[in-house]
């Protein structure tokens, strides 16, 4: 795997789990000054309800690429572990193509989500206003780069990765 | 298609890929996207899958699973926890089995302001078991206390699976948080009982260690120094929460902004430990909320296959009593807790289980209080004990993975017990909550 792919996956995780510690305190913050704002100074942050809600959606989806890399996705493999490794090996592979095929599908109704809500003008009307289509976008780039990073497990093997639980 | 056949289809291809090692959110994914094809319409099901996995995890119910699992981190990378246990450590003596005494005392000290299981047991594992070990203490009793405590935080709130349970099955977070209390506190006192019970009867499980323990009233000052303000954040948090000021997600974000304002405090809080706390916190946050969107279709899938409705009909067919059935899903429970992660078990068990309780109206927070407990025995119990991987990877070299899970047999008894105690007394859970 030519080494450009390897570092490019490697540099955007790291913006990507950079973002999701970024939110994480970000609304920690937002909604503590909301709790005070509107118990003492009666000057809430009508918008917080939001950022927890859509950031806690961001913060699943944007960290999910770098888990993959790394290994954290949780699995069990009761079957796997019992096997020899020569046996395994293949079941792994076969498993990392299931889930490539699985995250391209998905990036692809994802895509289509974000494209339909977008020429349908749908809006979120809440306490902030915003086109639908806004939130299928990182859905979309996540699946597309987790279908990319299978594909780089599936070519260099991922059974020492997938080994052990959790 | 029968409701048997689609069971089968869409259980058992769950199943086969979690033997197999598929990763969890891509095991419910895949059988979602078949699910989706065959029930829910095809190209439109594949649709409604993306959208549903938006919000499956923008939903306020579960925005305290952050926070929670943040206040743990934090304790554990800036090093109050080690402060915290030598405090602990100071005041505990003449007791047999001391230092493992100190472990529970200090552990249940974190679970009341951790809300990750894994983080508990790792801070006590990598602090106090080198300690115990070069004591001369048994490694059994030594492994057992950590694994035990570390196993109770998933009672005590804050709680980040018992909030995960709460939203997935409809019980109320802030209930089912309240409700774990009581259990909590009396498997801690449980345990205590077992250590020192034990190490009385057998002295050379535990060696006395306490001969250069500072004496007289200095040894308390280091307790209200680093234990008092960590009780004040747990009481905010759930104090909080009973006096109706803030909801669940707000008093998580307040405990976690306070547990970070402790640590600047404490001058403990460096950019790199805050940096390190927060992307632990979203690594385990992530793990749990991206197995949730990849698993909230099945629910639906479930549902309009027939599946959900053949098999709860068939099992009120039996017409079982409303506690024989649920002694029936906690055994199907502490079963699945031998082979599947807490995550998994809560995501393929609600969708039946809570329709039973709803039509055999048994109270929700009791069932939901039960669930956790049965779960938190699954922690324990191998081959997929997640405490027990988790204690393997900070434990010294030389302790077997064989070892860690013999140590633990004695806690799973203990979980079970617990289990018989709030079935037959359901007011050690409903009591709490009462008062909201």
Redo the contacts between chains.
Sequence with gaps: MPRIVDATLEAINRWLVAATAALILGMAVVITTDVLGRNLFDRPVPWSAELSEYGLYLSAVLIAPWLLRRGQHISIGIIIDALPVRAAGPIVKAGDILCAAVSAILAWYALQATLRSHSDGSLIIKNVIFPEWYVFVPLTAVFALMTVEFLVQFVRGSLDDARGPG | MSWQTALLMLLGGVVA??????????AF??VN?VGALFFLGG?MG??Q???N??SS????S??P???FV?MGEVLFHTGLAGKAIDAVNRVITGVPGRLAVVVVVAGTIFSAISGSTIATTAILGSLMLPVMLKRGYDPMLALGAILAIGSVDMLIPPSAIAVLLGSLAGISVSKLLLAGILPGFLMSTLIVGYIVLRAWWNPALAPPDDVDLPRGESRWRNLLIYVAPLVFIFTTVVGVLVAG??TP??SA??G??ST?VAAILYRALTWET??HS??A???I???I?????GATTFTQVLGFSGATNGLVGSILGFELSPGALVLAMMAILLFLGL???Q??IILVTVPFFMPLVQSNGVDPVWFGTLFLIAMQTGLLTP??G?LL?ALKSVSPEGITLQQIAMAALPYVGMCILLLALVFLFPGLATWLPSLL
């Design positions: 890929l979690l033997a197999l090692r598929v990763p969890v959110a891509f994914l895949a996207v190209e594949l649709l899958l993306t959208r996995a938006v995890v923008s939903s306020a579960l925005t699973i952050p926070f943040l000021w803030a997600t707000e974000a307040v976690a902004l970070v805050l940096k927060l992307v916190t979203a690594e946050s992530g793990m909320l991206f197995i949730i969107l082979f599947i992660d995550i998994s081959p997929f997640l991987f």
